[in-house]
Every structure is written in C-alpha cells, then in structure tokens.
C-alpha cells in the first residue's frame, strides 16, 4: 500500500496510546496522543487546526453529521464538543467525572455516563442535555446506540440497561460480571445480505472474555469455545450475522450465530506471533478487507477467503515502534495505524480507481490527488512498472483521461488540464474551466479537448498563450470563492506552484482558442459517446450515427448510419477500427475506410471495459462486469473470405483487480489501492515465453507448437515465422504457407514454400509480390491449386486479362497462346511464334522450326528479336545441311553467340576449319588456336597467340616453334608456358648464358638450375656452380665442388642468399594469397548483397543457383586454405595438389627456410675449425644451435656480437641461454690474453639500452619496462630530456605494435616529460594559462626534474603569476625558498619570488575549466589525466597537454597519438610537426577520430601480473603527475589526495562534507593523522593545536591546492607578524598534509625526544617504536631581507631577465630555448600586478640550513636560535626507487605558531620539500 501521510510523534508525544477518530464524510482525522493536543488533519495530510486538553484524553467521536468532535478528557466533570466550521469549543457540565461517550448513529444525540453511574442525553440541535440519575450505582463503562435510537449501556454493576433517546429503561439484562464491551448486530439468518441490518441483537463481553448475545433483546445466548485463545481483544459483527472475535495471541475466529450451528468456528486464523493488538473492519458501505495490528506490522484478510494478503502488508520501520491500534475511514479508502512511539501512519487501501490511455501512456489514479503516468511499453521485466511519473492534481478527480502530453481530470462540472514531460518528471497546469453542466465524458489529444455535456460534445482547440501569462482568463476561468476554514489550503495555482515555480509553468499556459459544440445549438441533442483521435473527432447518436469530423477544418468525412442507438465507443489510436456497442448490448466492430461492420464473436455480451492493445491495432479485449474475466478478440485483416472477428482466449481477472490497459500481449491491473500490476493474457502467453528466451534450444517443441497456434489465432505471421524457425515442423510450415496465401500474404508465403523446398511456388509467388487487384491475385491463388481454367477466368474479370495469356506461355501451352494471342495482344504473335520455335528446334522438328523463326521476324520493329530469329534460321539452316548458307548468315549477323552456337554445330559435324573459323568469329580465341593446331594451321595461330594465356597451349606451340628452328619465339612460347628447363636449354644451346643465369636467379627453377649448373661445371665457373646447385636443392654436390675447390664462401653467401630470397617469396606468396582470398571475400559479398536485394525487389535473378554453388564451393575453398588440409577439397586442382604433396612429402610453403639447417652446421664447423669464431657463431645460430652461437658470440664480444646475442636469445627461447646473455650484459667483463699469455679483463661495449632490447626479446616486458625507464632516468639526470623522451615514445610504441598493455608509469613518465617540452611551445606562442597547466604537473613532480628543478620551479612560479593562478604562484614560490632551491635561484627572480612569497594575501586561482571524461563522461579538470570517478587513465593531447575528449578525438596519421582536434589548429601551421614524432602534418587534413587506436579505459595496476613495488607507488602517489582532481587539474592535489610524486600506500581517505569544503566541485580527501603518527604519543596535540572554532579531537582538514582553511591561515598572517615583535612564540608542531589532516603541538625544546610524533621509520616499519634522532648541525643562517619598496608593483629591474636558467640562459641542460631573452623582456613590461605592502615595520626572517640531517630553524629577532625544525630522512629507500617529495615520511618537524613563516607554510604546506 502507498503511505499517505505520516503524523510524527513529535506531533503527538512520544509513547501512551493514540485516539483517533474520522470524520464522517473522511475528510478530517482527529488525533490525539500523550501531550494532551487534539489535532485536526485534512485525509491529505494538512493540519487544520489544534487544541490542548486539561488532561489526558480518554475517548474522542465525530457526531454523525461531522458537524461536533467529542472530546473526553481524564478525570474531568465536562465534555468538550469542538465545532468544525467555528473553530469554537463547548463545554457540557456533567456535574461528575465523566466516564463514557457515545453519539447516536441517526440522531442528534450524545450520550454520556458518569462514574456515579448517571446518564446524560445531549442534543446537539436544541443544545439540551437531559441527566437521568440512577440508572447505575456504579461507573458506566461502555455503550453503544443502534439505528433505531436506542442506547445500550454496561457498567461495573452485574447488569446491562438498554435505553431511548430520552433515556427511558427499555430493557435490563442480568449478568454475572460487568461490561468492558458491547455492539449491535443481527443474529444469522436465511436469505438475508450484508446490507439487512436491523441491529435488533446486543453482543457484550465481560471481563473474563464471556460473550453472550442477546437475541431480539428476548433470549440470552452464550458464545461457549471448545478451547481458549487466551485474552480476548475485541468482538465484532460482520456479514450475515458473522461474529469476528480476535484474540490478543494473535488468533482470529468466524464463528456462526444462526440458532442451529451457535458457537460453531467456521474459520480459524493466526497471524501473529507475539500480540494482536487492534482490529478493524471495512465499513458496510465499502466492503473491502479487515485490517489486523500487531507484532511490527499491520496485515489484511480477505474477507471472502479469509486468507492473509502479503501484498497488502504494511510493515512498521525503525523509528515507529509497534502499532497500537487500526482504524478504516468511514469512505474505506484509507486505513490509519498508531505506532508506540507517538507516529500516527495512513495508507491508501482502497479508493475509486481512475484509467485512461493514449497510445502507450497509461494514467491512472495512484493517490487521491495524484495522476501517474508509465509508458507501458517500457515497463520492464517484472510484474510492476520501473518508473511513474507523478502529477499531483488540483481535486480528487472523479473523471480522467490522457493525450500525448497532457492529462485532464474533472470533477462534477470543472476540468483540469496538466502539462507534463516524462523526460524531465515535471508537470504544469496549464488550463482549467467551469462548464454549464456535468460532465459525463471527456477525452484530450495534443491539440484538441472534448467534453460530452447534456449529450453534447464540446470540443475546444488548445493553444499555447502567446502572452505568456500564468493566469487564465477570466471569462475561461472564474475566480474561486474563499476557501473555508477546514477546506485544504490547495487551489489550481498553487498545486501549479507545487511542481514548479510559476515563471516555468506560465510558457506552457494554454488558452481557449474556439469552441465546437456538436451537434449544433438548435439541432436534437442526442449524442451519446465522444471520441478523440489524432486527427478526427468521433461521436455516436441515440439514432445510430457513427460520425467523423476533421479536426482540421471541422468538416464531416464519414456519417454511419446504424439499426439501433449506439451506447459507448472505443477508438484505437488512429481511428481506423472502432469497437461499438448499441443499445441492445450488441457488440461490433466498425471500419470507417470501407464503412464495414464485423459483429463481436456470439456469447460476447456487453462490455463495461473495452482496451486496444497499443502495440497490435487489431487486438483488443473486453471485460464484461457479470465476469471475472477478459476476451482477447482479434481482427482479422482483409483475407481470403472477407475479414473476420475471432476470438483468441479469455484471461482471468484477479479479484478487486480493476483492468487498465493492454500492450504486447500484457494485461495492466490496478489494484484498489492503486498499484498497477501485469500478468499475461491467455492468448499470448506462449507466445511471450517463446520471445523471452534466449536461445531456440530454451524452448520446447510443445511450447514452440503452442506458441505457433496463438500466433496463428492473432493472424501474426511474423512471429509465427520467427518461431516456425526454431520448431522445424513441416506441418506447421504448410499451415503457415496456406494461411499466408489467404491472408494475401505473398512475401511470408514465399519464404515459407522456399523453406518446404518448393521451388515452383517460390517462382510463381515472387511475381504476386506487387499484385493489388483482388480479382488478380484470386486467380493466381486459383492457379497455385492447379485450376487454370479457373485461374483463366479470374483472369478475365481483372483489371489485367493479359495474365490469362502469360498463364498459358508460362505453361508452355503454346497453341492456346496463339488463340488468346489472336484476340488480346496480336503484337505479341511474332515472339509467341518464336518460343515454340525453340521448343520444336529443342524436340528436332528443325523444318518447322525454321518456318515459325521466319513468321516470327517483326521486319525490323524489334532488332533485337529479329536477330535472334534469324540466329535460328542460321542454326536449322546448317542442321538441313545449307553448311555455307548458315555460315554466311552467321557472321553476317555479328553475334558471337550465334557464331559459337553453328560452331558448336559445325564442330559436332567433323567440320574443324569452319568451327575454327565461327569461334575465333565469336570470341574463343583458345578454341580456335586449339582446332587450328590439331590441322598444323600455323600461319592462321601465330597472330592469335598474343591473345592466349593457356600455358598447355603455349607450350603446344613452343615446340612446334622449336621443329621449325624459331629459337626466339619458341623461348618466349615457354616463357608464357612456365616451361623454364626448355628456355635454359635453349639459352645454353644459344650460348646465351648472362640470359639463364638472369632467368635462374630470377625465376629459382630447380630443372633450370641444375641444368645451368652442369654446364657452369663444365666450363669451370666454380662459384655460379655452387650457386645453382644450392638453388637446385643439391647441397651435397654444391658441399663438394665447395670444399674441393675452396669456395666455401661462396657457398655460404649462396646458402644466405637462397634463406632469404626463400622467405621473401614465401611472405610475398602470403601476401598475394591474403589479397586474392580477401578479393574474392568482398565479391562474394557483393554478388550476395546484390542477389538478396534482388530477391527483396522480387527479382530472381539469373544464375542464382550457379551462384549459389560457386559461393559453397569458394566457402570451402577458403576453408581448406585456412586448415590447409585440403582434404574437403572438391575440384581437381585441389585433388591434385593434395596427390603432389602426398609425393613430396611436407609442402614447401610449410617449410620454415630453404636450406636444411644441417648444411649450415657444416659451414659452422669449418668455419670453428679454421679459427672465424665470429662467422661460426653466425652460421651455428643459422643451423639453430643456439648455445654454440652464443658460447662464441661471448668471445668476440663485439656491436655486432651483442646484437646478434639478443636477436639470437629471441628465436632461441631458452632459459639457460636467457640467464647467460642477462648475466652478461649486467656484468659486462671479458677476459682476454695478453702479449704475455697473462689473463685480463676488459668492459665489453654494451649500451644501456641493449638490457632494454634484451628484454624485449625475450618477451619480459615487466623487465624491459624496467630498464627502459632506467635509461631514460639517466638519460634525464644528464639532462638529456629530449632523448629521455624520446627513448620512452619509442619503447611504447614497440609494445603497443606488439599488443602489449603499456604500463602506466611509462605513459605517465612520457606524458610528464613531454608536458615540460609543450609547456616551453606554449610559453613561446603566449599562452599563459595552458603553460602554467604543464607546469604545474611538472612541479608536483619536480623529483623527476632533480637536476633541472630551480628552473622549472621558478618558470613555474612566473607562468602561474601571469596567468592568474595567484595560488599556485604562492605555493611553489614557497617552495622555492627551501634551502636546497634558494640558492640557485637566479638573482634576477629571486626578488620577485619572495615578494610574492611575502606579499600575497589570501592568493585564489582561478578556475579550471572542467571537460568530460572520454570514458563515463564525468566533468573533471580539463588537465586532469586520470578520472577519480571510474578511474580510468585518460590519453593527453601531445599538442595541449589536456585530457582527451571524444567530440573533439584526432590521431597522428604517423604515430597514431591523440590530441585534441581544436588544439591541432591552433598548433599546426604547416611547419611545425607532430610533436612526437615529427612527422609532417596538413591541418586541413585532419579530421574527428571514431575508434582511438589508444583505448579508453581502466587504469590496470599492472598489465604483466602482480604490481611490482614501483606500480605500486604509482597507485599510490604518482596518480598526482597525471592531475588527478583538483582545483589546478595538473597536479595531484584535489581529488586523489596526493603531491604529485611517487608516495608509499595511502590509508582509506575520509571525506570532507559539504560545509568543510571551499569548493564544492572538488571533493576534498582527507586523510587522518592517527595514521601517518600514533596520537597516543603526544595527546596533548590535539586540544591544544586546533582553532578556537573546533572542539577537541576534531581534525581541521586541509587541500594544498583548495584548502579551506587556507584563506583564514592567510589572513591571520599579518596579525601573526605583528605578534611577532610583542611576545616570544610558543613553539608548536603544525602537520599540514595536502588533503589530509592538520594538528599542531606545542613543544618545548627544539630536539626530538622519544614521544616524536615523526619517527625515523614511521612509513616502512610503522609497528616499530620512534629512535632517538641526534641534534643536528646548524649551519649558518641566510638572512632574508624584505625589500623596503613603497607602492603597489614590482619593478622591471626588480624582476629581472631570466627565470629559466641554471646558469647559464638555457630552459634545459643540453637544449637551447629560442626565444626566452624576447619572452623574459615582455614578461617584464607586463610585471605590475604583485602585491605589496610596506615593510618598514616588518621583522627579519631567518632561515637556517641544515646540515646533513636537513634541520630548519626559522628565527625572528625575539627568539632566534631557539626552535628547528626537523626534515625528514628520505635516504632510507634504495637507488633506483621513487622519490617521495611533498609526502609525509614520518620524521617529525617543528615551527611557530607565531611566526610570520607559519602563515606562510599553513599555506603552502612545504618547506624543503617536506609537507608540514
């Protein structure tokens, strides 16, 4: 149930019992709990009005008229009578405590008793009260009136009195014990209804749970129990004499009262465990179900099953308590519950239900002022919709229906209109008006409402108000009267107001355009039922007219007349169907477009509810109030037979369950309390189950059968196809086919029939694809069953009796052609004559053949067609023997298809030179070379030769070349041939050998090789022999002429030669193949597209089957080249490679190289034996012996060597040899002999970045990884960034060519390096902002710039002052004023930077701007690389430096790295390129980027398995070099929490709230202090470091980069130098962590002691205990003088030239920067906007510099050299591993509070690079 308002016990008081009483029309609900208020609330949940009680109240009662609240306080002589309408309260003197009140249900009376026993009857009306004393002696507990007037009464006396309204005695009954409970009712009896209440019987309860009825006032009947049930609760009448009695165990009874079943149980129910504790049943008016409270819940039976109803439970929250009492409104719509703890709870349990649908919108009353709203075709999975959107309405509507975008409810004679937008869950409303009468119908689209009103319809048009005025008309909208006092507080406007504000809901105002009113004023009023639809209006008479209007111009389109009245009408959503029922319950349905009436199935009576299914507009169904149940019943479309109206199946209803709408086969049901729920019909439900699964296998041949009859029954042929699909029943398939051709279906019939294998039906029913004409396509319906004569006359009668005529050809009936041909087409006899000419030249009958190809000539009408008859005449013409004659007219016609027809003849005759002759005429070359070779014809073969491409013919040819002495053109013959052996031969026979050793080299012919190879033998050419024979595969005798003439090399350099030329051809080969393979992929896909948009057009197209066939084939062609078995082969050419590789064993394209790696071993040992290690290293690792290559390749030691080591140790894959080479190029030392036979060691040239190689080779991308940033760790302390840089492109460009996962801290390493190299372009092209950006992400990680630091820190510093981030200025302007950075600053900037360290009040940035994150679209900082909502590494741009975006995604068509595309044309001029690889880029020819070849997604922690130590410090702290979060984006502060460079593990951030945040946008992560040191040690810290503002043991929380407490450290600054001079600091410990904590502790000596709060160890052993920390050395103190400058700038001398240099006028070690001296002198010109105060005041600040224990000590004049300040001992970590700059290490450090540098480092958060 929906919970309508909750009274809080704030309300009523906490604990004690709750009174509640409603008002009689359940308006009003009095309450009243322990506080002793009565409070008044409207049923919507609005206070009325209160009043405070003298003491607790007893009892509380409406009068029956609701006009008086009777109220019984506690221990009182009087009772208060409250007036409603006055506000006013009576008092009614009783003269003694009053104990009991009741109101008489039918008359003014209020009875009251006393505790003396004394009655008094008040009578509201003449304000009298009568006193009748005596009528007990003792306190009148209870009692009740009937409908007649009289009062029964129950005291503590042994007897029950029964009263008039004037209080004289009726009758006394005796009893044995008091009364605590009493009731009227009637005893059972027959015949008799719940609504036959006489009240004559009295049931009254005593205290010890004895009930006794008193039957007629006459006999006194004891309800006796066979068992007890423990205390009773109460007892109630019910029904017929039902007696329901409830126990507090929880026990619930019916027992009968009828005299011959008394105290019979007829049914026995426990529904709680623990306690029943309240009872309630419906009113007799609303029957509906018993509410039960108890135990923690409230629980409902249904009275006709009595059976508990789960879904109706209300259930009590934490909070509330149990209930303690139930009560029904008088209305039984709402159900009330008191809560122990002082909560009064009403739910919605049943209310007059509301529905109407628009298309797939459904409203429906879910509350008594609320409309929902659910789109029902996206309700989701479950029973219940997943989304509503609710409207809250001006009444409680008793009328409603629903447009596109509007809902309108009305109530009596006022309707409102409601604008809603489901999108955005808002609603307005826009139009309300007062008719003249009631209305009984209305109905709304988008621009039209109509209302039907005294059988009128009133239609008005709807238009948007042009003057945008919230208020409507007056003449629209009458002004309300007041509201009274007890009214709701609600109206039109205000409920308008309550959506939203007035501003947004007067654009949607509508106003009254023109009024309609139908029929006319004048004319017969009789409409009965009003209808609308998009574009027409629908209205239906008493008289039978079913009338159409336009909405458009209001003309009449359809008038319909029927027999009889029409009683209701229900449209679909277009109109085009309308279900009717007349005034003799006579249902139908009726057809504006063919003005047709198809009656309901018989049996379908008149239906109260009438529902089309939205999403099939011929399915509606029909609900009839007598049943409980729904018809599905379907319209057929027009078929075979004349449309028709089935019935599909009926649906049960659940009970009280009120039908609302149908879509897709699913019935939406309202419950009475106003929850919508589905369930499926019967007629669909098959047919859902088979589309919800999620397989075919899912689906059982019997629900697939099933669901294929309801397809059937609903005339879906679609879905019947989807399923037919799975079932694969023929039976079902020709069902299909026969309905689909009655329904004029031809498409579904002709897949059907292909399906059944039927080609002749799918032939013939492709041409009834585009048949319109009935009569047509009956007969061609009739041809299908084999009826031609029948089919003929069909034909006749349509509009194309030409059909009969192609009927007839198409059955080859040929003479009935030329008849019908005679009398409707006689143009057509010509071609008729023709086809069965070539029927009788198919059977031999060639003379008569040869007389109807001579009648079928048109006399050159038709070219075409006389070509083709005279081809036939040349055909029969040689067949009779006129050999010359057809030849002749053969080649005259100039067709090669005629001249290879007679060719074909000629040849079949033994006519070889004419057949030769026809087909060189007609084209086939090789035929005609073919039979002109057979005769020795050579003088008519050679000029056709150029033409042929078949070597077998070539070939042919060549040798007859070769008899007739033509050397060359019987080379060139083999040549084309590919006979190579026969061109050698013919070149070495010509002497031309530089010809045969070019064809040799080039073609690799093994005959032709070992042929040339003899010879050169021969004629003693050793080397080309030796090149022959290897090419010849002939190793062996190549070996032996090697070794016995002494070219061994030659041999090798032709067995190198031959490996490689081997595998060039093979990966050419590939190619080739890959190419051709993927050619006729995307020309098989060409021809199936064309053919299936043939067959969609109808067209079968030719050759299909053929086709069909080369694609299986080619199918399976492909396949076999993917296997490369060949054994699925199925044309001889396959057959016959799979013969040739039977014979030769393994197939050379498997081979993995020509040579047989044996005979390289063989070189190798020659080459060992003769001392060349290093080419016997070579040739070992060619002859795939690893360890001997290696073994000798160690020896030399070599460039070469080690190259060849590490591309040997890839192909090798093997550990040993792995371990061998590693353990080398780690430990690079051979030894070698000296002159003297002595021993040494030398250092072999290995480069760094061969380990890198290495390990790329050997596929440890982990270690590669490793080793690649290594190098270009060392690469950037020499201070070569740029080869850094590039070093590491390179390295993750080969890893992402080899589908390896890049790790992130080499992407964030080369995004950082590269920041710094495009925030130099950037400062060069004057872009200020994006500069600072850079360089900010550069100086968060300014640990990775060690050797460079100063200068990028104070580039930094200036680029951030420039562009306005004031604050980031200040930060890293402090940090510059660390010892280790101070002195390195250049002088010209030195001035600068500590005016702005000094002079900076409250510095802001300003804002980031914020773009969308390419992976879950989250806003983050448009420099932020990493997205702290999915946590996902975002690509930068290489030209801005910014995050990626995908509206704004480009490529380098070179590198293939993103940057943004509005960047790109703003960097690229032309002349400059990609700034990673330099490649040349066109702006103009850059375009958006789709698909990324970098991907989104998830930062991993580690793409090679576990995350080694450093992956893990850069989840931890190098998430800060990326930008994660904060205000700046380029640096780690913000959202992760971290500085910026590598930090160890972090515990759980706790997040600030909302109020502890400066800026809302950036989440601030705060990170405690009891984590980085034990509190434990130094409690004292926290209450005495925290702000007067913060209790003791909070954490003031700080952000470095958007602290809050930044400003408030800032503006206290002043004042804290000024405090300077008066009194001597307190030294305190001030912690500031960037996004973590803050605390200060007062310390008195400045040396660390045992209870440090920083241990040395506290990050790597945070169990151990702190170690003692010796006193460091002081060093010297520098002293830092403010400068003494009076105005509000800086001087341009003052600022100085350069900023960027570490001595020596360079950005970088070993780059020059063009371009700074120009940069430095503008930036001092505009040098002016750095604060300044005067400082003549002002102390002098010390910053002493540790020794090597890094000890500070900020003094001023008063205390200096009394408090240090400690830095902590980073050297703990190995080389090689992250520094933690900026994060807290744990040693401790201290400052103070005082100091004018606190305010300074509560701001920055550092001083020599510690955060404090």
Known sequence: MKNLFTIPSSVNGRGGKILMSWHPMSI?????????????????????????????????????????????????????LYEASTKEQIKIDCGSVASFMCWSKNGPFLAIGTENGNLIIYNKILHRKNIIRGVFTKRIRCGCWNSRNLLALGSDEHRICVVNSEGKSVKTFMRDNGTEEMEWGDVMSTGATQGDVKEQSLVAVDPKGMICIYFKLEQEIIIELTQTFGKLNSVRWFGNGYLYIAYESGTILVVSTHPSEISKVIRRLTLFNQRLVGFALPPPSRPGMIALAGDTSIKFLSPDTFQDMPSERIPFGTGFGAPTGVSWSPDGQIVAAAASEGSLLTFIANFPTLHATYSNLLAYRSSLREISVVDVAEWGSGTTPTDALVIPVEPEPTMLCVGPGHIAVAMNNHAWIYRFFAKEEKSFLVFDRDYSGSIKQMCINATHFAVLIDSRAYVIELAQNTQNSAAPSASATPSPSPPSPLSPPSSSRQSSSSSSSTSNASQYRLVEKGLRVFPERGETADVTAVALCADFLIYTTSSGNIVYHSLLDWGEINNYRCPTGIRSITPNTIGTRVVCFDVDSKGFVYSPITDATLPLPSGTPFAETVLWDQSDAGVFVVKTASRQEVTTIVCSPDMFGGARVVSAGVTTVPPYMNVVAIHSGYIHFQSPSGELFRTQLQSHNHLILAASAASASEISHDVALRCFEQCMALFRLKDAWSVLLKMHDRQAMERFAQVALHLFDIPYATRAYRILGDVSMVCFLLRLSNCDDKNLLSGYIALLHGDTDQAQRFFLNSTNPVAALDMRCDTLQWEQALQLARQLAPERIPFISAEYAQQLEVRGDFTKASQLYKNGLTGGANPTHDALCRGGIARTAIRTGEVRKGVEMAVSLGSSGICLE???????????????????????????????????????????????????????????????????????????????????????????????????????????????????????????????????????????????????????????????????????????????????????????????????????????????????????????????????????????????????????????????????????????????????????????????????????????????????????????????????????????????????????????????????????????????????????????????????????????????????????????????????????????????????????????????????????????????????????????????????????????????????????????????????????????????????????????????????????????????????????????????????????????????????????????????????????????????????????????????????????????????????????????????????????????????????????????????????????????????????????????????????????????????????????????????????????????????????????????????????????????????????????????????????????????????????????????????????????????????????????????????????????????????
């Open 28 to 80: 009003y609900i009095a309450v009243c709990g322990s506080n002793c208020v009565v409070h008044l609330f409207h049923r919507s949940g609005n206070e009325i009005a209160s009043f405070t009680l003298p003491s607790a109240c007893l009892q509380i009662d409406w009068d029956k008229d609701g006009e008086y609240l009777g109220v019984l306080p506690s221990s009182s002589t009087s009772i208060i």
């Open 902 to 1812: 007679c060719a074909g003849i000629l040849e079949s005759m033994k006519l070889t030179d004419d057949a030769a002759f026809l087909f060189e005429k007609g084209g086939m070359i090789e035929k005609a070379v073919e039979l002109y070779l057979s005769t020795r014809n050579l003088r008519a073969v050679q000029p056709l030769m150029k033409q042929i491409k078949t070597p077998r013919l070539h070939l042919r040819f060549g040798r007859e070349m070769e008899n007739e002495r033509r050397y060359e053109e019987a080379v060139a013959a083999y040549l084309v041939a590919g006979d190579l052996g026969s061109v050698a031969r013919l070149y070495i026979a010509t002497n031309n050998l530089p010809a045969a050793f070019d064809l040799v080299r080039n073609s690799r012919s093994a005959e032709a090789a070992r042929l040339l190879s003899a010879h050169c033998i021969k004629e003693e050419m050793f080397g080309e022999a030796i090149e022959f024979l290897v090419v010849a595969k002939c190793f062996r005798e190549a070996t032996d002429v090697a070794n016995e003439h002494n070219c061994m090399d030659s041999l090798v350099e032709a067995l190198i030669h031959a490996d490689e030329d081997f595998i060039a051809r093979r990966e050419e080969k590939k190619k080739e193949e890959e190419e051709a393979k993927e050619k006729r992929r995307e020309e098989k896909e060409k021809r199936r597209r064309k053919r299936e948009m043939l067959l969609k057009r109808g067209i079968v197209p030719e050759n299909a089957d053929a086709d069909l066939q080369d694609e299986d084939e080619s199918d399976e062609e492909d396949d076999d080249e993917q296997d490369g078995s060949g054994r699925r082969s199925k044309n001889w050419k396959q057959r016959r490679m799979e013969q040739l590789r039977r014979k030769r064993g393994k197939d050379e394209d498997e081979q993995d190289a020509f040579v047989p790696p044996e005979e390289y071993s063989k070189a190798a040992k020659f080459y060992e034996a003769k001392g060349d290690i290093s080419k016997a290293a070579e040739l070992f690792a060619r002859a795939g012996q690893f360890h001997r290559s290696v073994k000798y390749h160690l020896q030399v030691a070599s460039r070469e060597s080690i190259v060849s080591m590490i591309e040997i140790v890839g192909k090798a894959k093997s550990n040993l040899l792995d371990a061998m080479v590693e353990s080398f190029l780690l430990n690079p030392v051979i030894k070698t002999k000296n002159e003297d036979g002595n021993m040494t060691t030398q250092k072999a040239p290995v480069l760094p970045i061969d380990l890198f190689r290495f390990y790329m080779a050997i596929g440890n991308m982990k270690q590669a990884v490793h080793s690649a940033l290594s190098v270009s760790a060392k690469e950037m302390d020499n201070k070569n960034y740029k080869a850094a840089r590039d070093f590491l492109f390179h390295t993750e460009t080969e890893l992402r060519s080899k589908a390896v996962a890049v790790p992130q801290s080499l992407s964030r390493m080369l995004n950082l390096i590269h920041s710094y190299f495009q925030a130099k372009q950037w400062v060069n092209r004057k872009n200020d902002f994006l500069a600072a950006r850079l360089l900010i992400r550069c100086a968060k990680n300014i640990s990775k710039f060690s050797s460079f630091a100063v200068p990028i820190l104070t580039m930094t510093v200036m680029e951030c002052h420039r562009a306005g981030l004031k604050k980031s200025a200040f930060e890293y302007a402090s940090l510059l004023m660390q010892p280790q950075y101070h002195e390195q600053i250049d002088e010209k900037r030195k001035k600068p930077i500590e005016q702005i360290v000094l002079k900076s009040k409250s510095p802001v940035d300003c804002p980031e701007p914020f773009t969308p994150c390419p992976v879950c679209a989250t806003h983050i900082p448009e420099s932020c690389l990493l997205c702290s909502t999915c946590q996902s590494q975002i690509p930068m741009c290489i030209v801005s430096g910014l995050h990626m975006v995908r509206s704004d995604y480009c490529e380098c068509p070179s590198c293939h790295y993103p940057f943004l595309l509005s960047a790109a044309h703003a960097y690229f001029n032309g002349e400059n390129g990609c700034p990673l690889c330099d490649a040349s880029i066109v702006p103009e020819h850059l375009c958006l980027v789709t698909e990324p070849t970098i991907p989104f997604g998830p930062a991993n922690r580690s793409p090679f398995g576990q995350p080694s130590d450093e992956e893990e410090m850069d989840e931890a702290g190098e998430a800060g070099m990326m930008g994660e979060g904060g205000e700046d984006g380029g640096g780690g502060g913000g959202g992760s929490g971290s500085e910026g460079d590598s930090a160890p593990k972090k515990p759980e951030p706790v997040r600030l709230s909302h109020s502890q945040r400066s800026d809302t946008n950036s989440p601030l992560v705060a990170y405690p202090t009891a984590l980085k040191r034990p509190i434990s040690q130094h409690p004292e810290t926290i209450e005495e470091s925290v702000d007067n503002t913060m209790s003791a043991g909070e954490m003031p929380l700080f952000n470095a980069l958007q602290s809050p407490s930044a400003d408030v450290v800032q503006n206290e600054s002043q004042d804290l130098l000024k405090k300077r001079e008066k009194s001597p600091s307190t030294s305190s410990l001030i912690t500031l962590v960037e996004g973590k904590d803050v605390s200060v502790a007062p310390s008195s000596s400045p040396a660390p002691s045992d209870h440090s709060p920083y241990p040395q160890q506290q990050q790597t052993q945070p169990q151990q205990q702190p170690q003692q920390m010796a006193p460091p050395q002081i060093a010297p103190p520098i002293l830092i003088q403010p400068p003494q400058v009076v105005g509000e700038g800086i001087s341009p001398s003052e600022a100085g030239e350069d900023y960027g240099a570490e001595g020596d006028g360079e950005w970088e070690g070993e780059e020059e920067g063009e371009g700074e001296e120009e940069y430095y002198e503008e930036e001092e010109q505009q040098q002016g906007d750095l604060e300044q105060e005067d400082y003549q005041q002002s102390p002098q600040i010390q910053i002493i510099t540790s020794q090597p224990q890094g000890m500070i000590q900020v003094l001023s004049p008063h205390d200096a050299g009394e408090q240090t300040f400690e830095e902590g001992d980073n050297e703990e970590y190995e080389e090689g591993e992250e520094e933690y700059e900026g994060e807290d290490d744990g040693s401790g450090g201290m400052i103070s509070p005082d100091d004018p540098l606190a305010a300074l480092v509560a701001a920055n958060g550092k001083i020599d690079g510690i955060e404090i």
